[in-house]
């Protein structure tokens, strides 16, 4: 394992016992609401301490992005941290086990390494740059599915802001119609992880934060998979706009999106 990608796993281990222990009491903890169904706790805040502390103590001089503190560092950083401490703090604060830590390391604008944990099931995804990616120190894939009346889609729905709800819904009605499901789960790096291992298909998902996706593109990447915007282009970590899959269910998803992208 890189070293940096290990300082990762260590990082993402120790934000995850705080949210494990955490879990056991989720009516005590202090939550804020950051904005409209978007929320933040106490955990998230101790989690991200942790992760930041763990690969500062490490890396010293790098930067990093996180979604709680914000950018540190970022200036004349050669390599930079992109960290979400719990995505899908929504479903950890209502008791439902699907969150995940995810850890990012850029180098020079192109993501390198990547973690995705899943306390819960004890899931450890890990990306390197040209090594492939693994699930438990086991190589993953994508599906190898191709037919869309086949595949089962993840997505994510416009939560935090709905202006774009009607396209979104064109969007759900058409995929729904030409596939065999959709799931929403709430952890947009799992998705991705999903994606990765062919668990699911394929993946959508509108405004997103970098934080959210930058490790499980990797991930998706390393396995075979494709990640584009909506428009099949690179500019899915600057807009949030991202479609992810094997190449040709990627295609015949962003196929069925386009009449909805403007």
Same mark, same amino acid.
């Given at each position: 394992?890189?070293?940096?990608?290990?300082?990762?796993?260590?990082?993402? $281990?120790?934000?995850?016992?705080?949210?494990?222990?955490?879990? #056991?009491?989720?009516?005590?903890?202090?939550?804020?609401?950051?904005?409209?169904?978007? @929320?933040?706790?106490?955990?998230? #805040?101790?989690?991200?301490?942790?992760?930041?502390?763990?690969?500062?103590?490490?890396?010293?001089?790098?930067?990093?992005?996180?979604?709680?503190?914000?950018?540190?560092?970022?200036?004349?950083?050669? @390599?930079?941290?992109?960290?979400?401490?719990?995505?899908?703090?929504?479903?950890?604060? #209502?008791?439902?086990?699907?969150?995940?830590?995810?850890?990012?390391?850029?180098?020079?604008?192109?993501?390198?390494?990547?973690?995705?944990?899943?306390?819960?099931?004890?899931?450890?995804?890990?990306?390197?740059?040209?090594?492939?990616?693994?699930?438990?120190?086991? $190589?993953? $894939?994508?599906?190898?599915?191709?037919?869309?009346?086949?595949?089962?889609?993840?997505?994510?729905?416009?939560?935090?802001?709905?202006?774009?709800?009607?396209?979104?819904?064109?969007?759900?009605?058409?995929?729904? *119609?030409?596939?065999?499901?959709? $799931?929403?789960?709430?952890?947009?790096?799992?998705?991705?992880?999903?994606?990765?291992?062919?668990?699911?298909? *394929? @993946?959508?998902?509108?405004?997103?934060?970098?934080?959210?996706?930058?490790?499980?593109?990797?991930?998706?990447?390393?396995?075979?998979?494709?990640?584009?915007?909506?428009?099949?282009?690179?500019?899915?970590?600057?807009? *949030?706009?991202?479609?992810?899959?094997?190449?040709?269910?990627?295609?015949?998803?962003?196929?069925?999106?386009?009449? #909805?992208? *403007?």
């Amino acid at each position: 394992m890189h070293p940096m990608l290990n300082v990762a796993v260590k990082a993402a $281990r120790r934000a995850a016992g705080i949210i494990q222990r955490a879990s #056991h009491n989720v009516d005590t903890i202090r939550v804020e609401k950051k904005q409209n169904n978007d @929320f933040v706790s106490e955990v998230d #805040h101790a989690a991200e301490e942790a992760i930041i502390s763990t690969i500062l103590d490490a890396y010293p001089k790098h930067g990093i992005l996180a979604e709680e503190s914000g950018a540190k560092g970022l200036g004349n950083a050669e @390599f930079e941290w992109i960290i979400d401490p719990l995505d899908g703090t929504t479903n950890f604060l #209502h008791g439902h086990p699907q969150y995940s830590v995810s850890i990012a390391l850029m180098h020079k604008g192109q993501i390198q390494q990547a973690v995705v944990y899943d306390p819960n099931r004890n899931d450890l995804f890990t990306a390197s740059r040209g090594v492939g990616a693994f699930l438990n120190d086991r $190589r993953i $894939r994508v599906s190898k599915r191709i037919a869309m009346n086949e595949c089962v889609i993840a997505t994510g729905f416009p939560v935090t802001d709905q202006s774009y709800i009607d396209q979104y819904l064109g969007m759900l009605k058409d995929v729904l *119609g030409k596939t065999a499901g959709v $799931r929403r789960e709430g952890s947009a790096a799992l998705d991705l992880c999903n994606v990765a291992c062919g668990r699911v298909d *394929g @993946f959508w998902e509108l405004n997103l934060k970098p934080w959210d996706i930058a490790a499980g593109s990797l991930i998706v990447q390393e396995a075979g998979g494709i990640v584009t915007d909506l428009k099949g282009e690179d500019g899915w970590l600057e807009s *949030g706009d991202i479609v992810a899959g094997s190449p040709k269910v990627l295609a015949q998803l962003l196929h069925t999106l386009a009449p #909805h992208v *403007g």
